[in-house]
C-alpha cells in the first residue's frame, strides 16, 4: 500500500528564513507525489507535483520540492518565509491502478512570526 | 472560470438522518472525488468518479454513497447519520492525473 508520513505536527519559522516541511513515502515502483496547502475554513490548493524527471520541483507561490529516491523523501521548501504561508501543508501520493486516489499524509501546520 | 462548488456549505443534521451534498465540478472536469476530513483521521478518500463511474472507492461502510450525473456534477449521500460522520467533506475535481482542484467543503455536525 502506499502511504506518506509527515514528521512534525507543526513548523515554526521567522519571516524571511528559509522553511522546510519535511515528508517521506512509502510506495512500490514510481512514487507521483504531491503538495497541497490549505487555509482556515478552505478547501486544498493543489501546490506542486512530482512525476518523474528533475528532483527539484517548482511550483506555486515560491515553493518547490526536492524528490531524493534514496531517503524516500519530498520535502517542501521555500527559501524566504512569508506570514501568509501559514497554513496546513499536506504531502500526498498518488495510489497506483489509475484514476485520482491521493493518499494524505497527516498534515503540518507551518507558522510563520514577524 | 468557476472553481468546484459545494452545496450546503453549513448543516446539522441528528443522528439516524441522512445527508445529499452536491459538487459542481469546474468545467470540462470530468473526475470528481470526494474526501471526509476530521481532526482524528485526517484526510480520507471517500470515492472518485469518472464519466458518471466508480472509478475509486475507499474503505468507508456502504452508508456512504455518491454519484455522478452526466453533466459531471456529482452528489455523495450518507445515510443512518452518526456522531462519527461529523466532518468537512471536500470535492474535488480533475484534469490531469493527482492535481486536484478542491471546493471549500461541506462542514456537516450530526448532533
Known amino acids: 500500500a502506499q502511504s506518506v508520513a509527515q514528521p512534525e505536527d507543526q513548523v515554526n519559522v521567522a519571516e524571511g528564513n528559509p522553511l522546510t516541511v519535511k515528508c517521506t513515502y512509502s510506495v512500490s515502483g514510481n512514487p507521483y507525489l504531491f503538495w497541497y496547502v490549505q487555509y482556515p475554513n478552505r478547501g486544498l490548493q493543489f501546490l506542486l507535483k512530482y512525476i518523474t524527471g528533475d528532483n527539484l520541483v517548482k511550483g506555486s507561490y515560491g515553493f518547490e520540492a526536492e524528490f531524493n529516491k534514496s531517503q524516500t523523501s519530498f520535502h517542501l521548501k521555500k527559501p524566504s518565509a512569508l506570514v501568509s504561508d501559514s497554513a496546513l501543508y499536506f504531502c500526498?501520493?498518488?495510489?497506483?491502478?489509475?484514476?485520482?486516489?491521493?493518499?494524505f499524509g497527516t498534515g503540518t501546520q507551518l507558522k510563520v512570526e514577524l | 472560470k468557476a472553481g468546484v462548488t459545494q452545496t450546503p456549505r453549513y448543516l446539522i443534521k441528528t443522528r439516524g438522518q441522512q445527508v445529499t451534498l452536491s459538487c459542481s465540478p469546474i468545467?470540462?472536469?470530468?473526475?470528481v472525488s470526494w474526501y471526509q476530513q476530521t481532526p482524528g483521521q485526517g484526510l480520507q478518500f471517500l470515492f472518485e468518479y469518472f464519466s458518471e463511474t466508480q472509478r475509486n472507492k475507499g474503505n468507508f461502510p456502504g452508508r456512504f454513497s455518491g454519484r455522478q450525473f452526466s453533466n459531471s456534477r456529482s452528489e455523495m449521500n450518507v445515510s443512518t447519520l452518526e456522531l462519527g460522520d461529523s466532518a468537512l467533506y471536500l470535492c474535488a475535481s480533475s484534469l490531469n492525473a493527482g492535481e486536484l482542484f478542491f471546493g471549500e467543503g461541506s462542514r456537516l455536525t450530526v448532533l
Open positions: 468545467s470540462g472536469h470530468r473526475s
Open positions: 500526498a501520493v498518488l495510489n497506483t491502478g489509475g484514476g485520482n486516489k491521493l493518499t
